[in-house]
């Protein structure tokens, strides 16, 4: 999976809305959500409290 720009712009938008509600996340992580969320797949991360804050973010941990 490649990180083009519409990759780019979903992860922006992703950061705006934590900012937004209060909530901070690393620019990477934004990264890989919207490449996930665009991909309709899942992150599997040891980190999913960190990633549960993304709405429609399917997570799971390992």
Do not use: Q, W
């Not at 901070?24 to 969320?37: F, M, N, V």
């Not at 992150?43 to 941990?61: A, Y």
């Amino acid at each position: 999976m490649s990180a083009d720009h519409t990759v780019m712009r979903k992860a922006g938008k992703l950061s705006g809305e934590l900012i937004n509600g209060g909530e901070r996340i690393e620019r990477e992580d934004c990264i890989i959500a919207a490449t996930a969320l665009l991909n309709d797949e899942p992150v599997i991360t040891r980190n999913s409290e960190h990633f549960g804050r993304i709405d429609d973010l399917e997570v799971r941990s390992y």
